[in-house]
């Protein structure tokens, strides 16, 4: 039977152990909770890099060697994958967007689904937990005692939102890749739950089914304690909205400054007329331009 893998990333908060959890329904659909298999190919990858008598045979036949090494990376993706009787895995990693490049020299015509979401809406499920977990200390080492100072960090350049942040804006510097992404986002998935599972379905080449989403049954489970109860993963077996930030009192000033810093990602991926696109899609450059205004609603102080 022909196997296909499937790499599901993006932001935290975005929706992905839900995404998981829907597509896991389908029955040809296997979905993993946080995979290890992306680091796992890192670190091969890295390793025989290192490996003095591979280079030394790379000297010698290098297209061959080569050849072999990229035989041997699929055949162990494949095999990690290949306890399940259905022909779709979904491997679940916010480390895959950071691979897009390795992951076409592998798979020319691979599929990511890439979850996006109101980086405020981020923000404000990561700060508001954290609130009812004081006790706990924040993951990472930051002066977590001050509001700005985590917000600071959550969105740093190698921080916990701010690294994958990175990534996606580097898939604008990664050409043709446009048809191996499908860029959910979190709030037209809510708007229009059954008709956007269907449009995935159909992009992932899924027979089409109708699935529950007023019995999702979770079937993932992500070790939450690692990050000290700080970011759940239990997904209700009934899909409801969640609040957005003007929820909670969360300073406007800090909000604002998000929106401010990351106005090139709310330009691509929250337009006004709804499309996602990457830069070579002819959305106007990073760099420049007005972004777009992020939907009205006004922050509490």
Known sequence: MTRSLVFLTGLPRSGSTLLCNILGMHAQVHATPTSPLSSLVESMRQSWSQDAALLAQLDTGFEQVYRRLGRATRAFMEAWSSDTDQPFTVDKSRYWLFLVE????LYPDFKMIVCLRDLRDIYKSI??????????TFPGQLE?????ARATQLFAPTGTVGGPLRALANLNDVPDLRANLFFWRFETFIKDPGGYTEELLRWLGVQPATLSLERITQQTHESDSHYHFKFLHQVSPRLSAPGSFTDAHLSARILNDIVSRNAWYYRQF???????RLERDGAAPAAS?????????PASS
């Open 144 to 148: 977590q005692n001050l509001v700005e």
């Open 270 to 276: 929250y337009r006004a007329d709804g499309v996602v």
């Open 102 to 105: 390795t992951l076409r020299e």
């Open 289 to 297: 331009g007005t972004a777009e205004k992020p939907p009205e609603r």
């Open 127 to 136: 700060e508001v937990q954290h609130r009812k977990t004081l006790l706990l």
